[in-house]
């Protein structure tokens, strides 16, 4: 079985302050992990994925996330926050393999404020 | 660039009636899903297909759900007999079948449940 696990179901920053929004799974075989970023009304946009290539991964807008295996963790980061970047951030694993479906983390919303 | 559409972006229909939730997938797309959102809520697996049939389902994915793909786009969701607690958010999402089982996702359709 696979699980995410999200802490923090709100997290506030300031603008041009460090983003870091903590994702830990849980997977009985080597897993494929993912960011996705849902905006007010809209729907699932992919950030980043982990496919086993390479631990630090960038994704669009910024951010970036390190596959840590000894911490099964999967932290999403950004140096600098925008006030465009508040939003809903989910964390998502999925088996290896084609076709196999995403189980996703309950969400941290992201608060910017100036 | 390509994407998944989903029509209509909101349904409202009374307790007892049936849905049915159309997508259109990515074109050189072979893997099809259906998620849910209940509001304030994480995102959930329904339903996957390929080559037209099932692959996986979830728990929650029972006699009154259904899935079609009727043509060569349209993906369909059918809810037979809704409840109240169908009320909520359905993405598709498609993938290929070389990209890691990254799955792009539709805007999704909000059903309201009377």
């Known amino acids: 079985a696979q699980s995410v696990t999200q802490l923090g179901s709100h997290v506030s920053v300031s603008e041009g302050a460090l983003v870091l929004l903590r994702c830990n799974y849980s997977?009985?075989?080597?897993?494929?992990l993912f960011w996705y970023v849902q905006y007010p009304n809209q729907g699932l946009q992919l950030l980043l994925k982990?496919?086993?290539?390479?631990?630090l991964v960038k994704g669009i807008n910024g951010f970036e996330a390190e596959f840590k295996k000894s911490e099964t963790s999967f932290h999403l980061t950004k140096p600098s926050a925008h006030m465009s970047d508040a939003a809903e951030y989910f964390c998502?694993?999925?088996?290896?393999?084609?076709?196999?479906?995403?189980?996703f983390g309950t969400g941290t919303r992201l608060q910017v404020t100036l | 660039e390509p994407e998944v559409t989903q029509t209509p972006s909101h349904q409202v229909t009374q307790m007892g009636q049936e849905v049915i939730l159309r997508c259109v997938p990515i074109?050189?797309?072979?893997?099809f899903y259906w998620y849910r959102q209940i509001l304030g809520q994480k995102v959930e697996f329904l339903v996957s297909?390929?080559?037209?049939?099932?692959?996986?389902k979830s728990e929650i994915f029972d006699d009154q759900f259904s899935v079609e793909r009727p043509d060569g786009s349209n993906f369909t969701l059918k809810i037979r007999s809704t409840k109240l607690e169908d009320s909520a958010m359905y993405f598709c999402?498609?993938?290929?079948?070389?990209?890691?089982?990254?799955?792009?996702f539709g805007p999704g359709t909000r059903l309201t449940v009377l």
């Open positions: 997977s009985s075989v080597p897993p494929y």
């Open positions: 999402a498609s993938s290929g079948t070389t990209t890691y089982n990254e799955q792009f």
């Open positions: 982990y496919t086993s290539a390479a631990t």
């Open positions: 074109s050189n797309h072979l893997y």
């Open positions: 998502a694993v999925s088996f290896t393999g084609t076709a196999s479906k995403l189980t």
């Open positions: 297909f390929y080559n037209n049939e099932i692959s996986e």
